[in-house]
């Protein structure tokens, strides 16, 4: 993907950041940037550590959220169709 840029377009795209956000702002944004990373980071891993829990609680025989076994007979909301169709 950037396998054709060479270091003379590596500054002329520092240059176009320079001009468009100034000198003064330049740390400030890549602050912002480096903390938005790391919460995005954070989210990524707290959602593959549920996704973890959930497949290991799905594999031990119950079903989340009712305490009774695969094999046994559930009334739970989300398993019942609704009364109405929604339209």
Do not use: C, N, Y
Request: aromatic fraction near 4%; avoid cysteine.
């Amino acid at each position: 993907m950037f396998a054709g840029l060479q270091g003379w377009h590596l500054l002329i795209i520092l240059a176009v950041i320079l001009l468009l956000f100034g000198a003064p702002k330049l740390p400030q944004l890549a602050r912002s940037v480096g903390q938005s990373m790391r919460i995005f980071k954070s989210e990524v891993k707290t959602m593959k550590d549920e996704d973890g829990a959930e497949r290991k609680d799905s594999t031990d025989g119950t079903v989340t959220g009712t305490g009774t076994t695969a094999t046994g007979t559930t009334t739970s909301s989300a398993t019942t169709p609704p009364e109405t169709p929604i339209k």
